[in-house]
């Protein structure tokens, strides 16, 4: 069933939904970062690119298409296929986002100015 959402819905939906991606963030951030000489929230990223001589954003872009491609299957079908949740998929595509971000910022290729 479709309803109207209003602008107040809205907020409160998405402080909701960012106080979800934040605890899962950190969350699955500390398992990545675990064996970091240094903290790097995207050490993980950067190990992968290395044993695969690819870029770190390459590898961000992986892993957020598994979910991407999971989305899609919910908007074609209605349904997804595997073992996460439809909120649990937008949460790590938001996430993923967010690490791109990061690593795009981190390279000077990104001005939040």
Not at 63 to 83: D, E, I, P
């Amino acid at each position: 069933m479709k309803k109207n959402v209003t602008r107040e819905e809205f907020t409160e939906f998405l402080d909701k939904l960012t106080a979800r991606e934040e605890k899962v963030l950190h969350t699955k951030g500390v398992d990545y970062t675990r064996y970091a000489r240094e903290e790097n929230v995207l050490e993980n990223f950067d190990r992968i690119a290395d044993e695969l001589s690819t870029t770190t954003k390459e590898v961000i872009w992986i892993y957020m298409c598994k979910h991407l491609h999971a989305l899609l299957s919910y908007v074609k079908y209605g349904t997804l296929l595997q073992s996460e949740d439809l909120s649990e998929r937008i949460i790590d595509i938001r996430n993923y986002a967010a690490l791109m971000a990061v690593e795009a910022w981190r390279r000077d290729e990104l001005n939040l100015v």
